[in-house]
């Protein structure tokens, strides 16, 4: 618990507000598909204690990664239909705390960043990314010469920051899944992305809202064992049409919920 003052003029005098602030919650929300081999790796890294409240959504493994979980007593939320961004908004709806971190097991993130977007929604931000692209981060790509991935991210980056970002602040990495969000944020945003938009989709909204949005640079490791679903070539094309989409919308998301 902290103690806040507030200094408010009302008529000519000065009022001293003092209040009992309460410190925000978060929520640490596992992303799975088949993410066996990740989990059993990196469980133990994952710093639980620094969380409120820690959830798998699972998109329904059948390699051992449920039993896993249940094993260990961590809850398994049910995702019925596939897709990252159904299983963001089903976290959205199972949370009981004030922000989200969502993390993915698959080995590109680095369990140890998990206090840093604690750290950073605890100050206030709305949108915390974890960057693969800014000064002193790695990218998963780095060690290729022709790094495909991670250019055609930068360039959908650099389009999204063109268009929408008033802040003068840069934003590196719009697409990294690796973030953490304040459900108000969220709620407002909404974003309805079914796959591998959402992140996106969420990135540019926050901009078009004014949202604080903070980055700071992270490590990718590569992927630990299993296999990824994000096939390069379709989810570019779902990418771009995320950002027309946008670009219909106008400057504002009428998709915001009122919750
Ligand atoms: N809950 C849930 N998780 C998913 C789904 N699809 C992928 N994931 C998880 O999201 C993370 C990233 O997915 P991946 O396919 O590796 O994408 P990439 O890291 O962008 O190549 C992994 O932890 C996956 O297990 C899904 O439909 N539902
Ligand atoms: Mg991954």
């Not at 925000?24 to 993410?35: A, D, G, K, Q, V």
């Not at 055609?152 to 973030?179: C, H, K």
């Not at 459900?183 to 959402?198: E, M, N, V």
């Given at each position: 618990?902290?103690?806040?003052?507030?200094?408010?003029?009302?008529?000519?005098?000065?009022?001293?507000?003092?209040?009992?602030?309460?410190?925000?919650?978060?929520?640490?929300?596992?992303?799975?598909?088949?993410?066996?081999?990740?989990?059993?790796?990196?469980?133990?890294?994952?710093?639980?204690?620094?969380?409120?409240?820690?959830?798998?959504?699972?998109?329904?493994?059948?390699?051992?990664?449920?039993?896993?979980?249940?094993?260990?007593?961590?809850?398994?939320?049910?995702?019925?239909?596939?897709?990252?961004?159904?299983?963001?908004?089903?976290?959205?709806?199972?949370?009981?705390?004030?922000?989200?971190?969502?993390?993915?097991?698959?080995?590109?993130?680095?369990?140890?960043?998990?206090?840093?977007?604690?750290?950073?929604?605890?100050?206030?931000?709305?949108?915390?990314?974890?960057?693969?692209?800014?000064?002193?981060?790695?990218?998963?790509?780095?060690?290729?010469?022709?790094?495909?991935?991670?250019?055609?991210?930068?360039?959908?980056?650099?389009?999204?920051?063109g268009v929408w970002n008033r802040s003068s602040e840069y934003v590196s990495d719009t697409i990294n899944g690796y973030r953490g969000i304040t459900k108000k944020a969220f709620a407002q945003l909404w974003p309805d992305s079914d796959g591998y938009t959402i992140e996106y989709q969420t990135?540019?909204?926050?901009?078009?809202?004014?949202?604080?949005?903070?980055?700071?640079?992270?490590?990718?490791?590569?992927?630990?064992?299993?296999?990824?679903?994000?096939?390069?070539?379709?989810?570019?094309?779902?990418?771009?049409?995320?950002?027309?989409?946008?670009?219909?919308?106008?400057?504002?998301?009428?998709?915001?919920?009122?919750?």
């Amino acid at each position: 618990m902290t103690i806040s003052t507030a200094i408010r003029p009302t008529g000519g005098t000065i009022v001293r507000l003092t209040f009992w602030e309460k410190p925000l919650r978060t929520s640490l929300i596992i992303l799975t598909l088949n993410e066996i081999d990740g989990v059993r790796a990196l469980h133990d890294q994952i710093p639980f204690h620094r969380v409120d409240e820690v959830f798998a959504v699972d998109g329904g493994s059948t390699d051992g990664t449920r039993e896993f979980f249940t094993e260990r007593g961590i809850r398994i939320v049910e995702q019925p239909s596939r897709g990252r961004g159904e299983a963001f908004r089903i976290a959205y709806e199972a949370a009981s705390t004030d922000a989200m971190i969502f993390f993915s097991p698959d080995g590109n993130e680095d369990p140890a960043d998990i206090p840093t977007f604690v750290e950073y929604l605890t100050q206030g931000y709305d949108l915390v990314i974890a960057s693969r692209m800014m000064k002193g981060a790695v990218n998963e790509e780095d060690v290729d010469v022709f790094r495909w991935r991670k250019w055609a991210n930068q360039t959908f980056t650099l389009a999204a920051n063109g268009v929408w970002n008033r802040s003068s602040e840069y934003v590196s990495d719009t697409i990294n899944g690796y973030r953490g969000i304040t459900k108000k944020a969220f709620a407002q945003l909404w974003p309805d992305s079914d796959g591998y938009t959402i992140e996106y989709q969420t990135s540019i909204r926050a901009m078009k809202a004014r949202l604080r949005i903070k980055e700071f640079p992270t490590n990718e490791g590569e992927r630990i064992g299993g296999q990824s679903y994000a096939r390069s070539l379709p989810t570019g094309l779902r990418m771009l049409r995320t950002f027309g989409r946008e670009l219909l919308l106008g400057l504002t998301s009428p998709d915001s919920r009122s919750s």
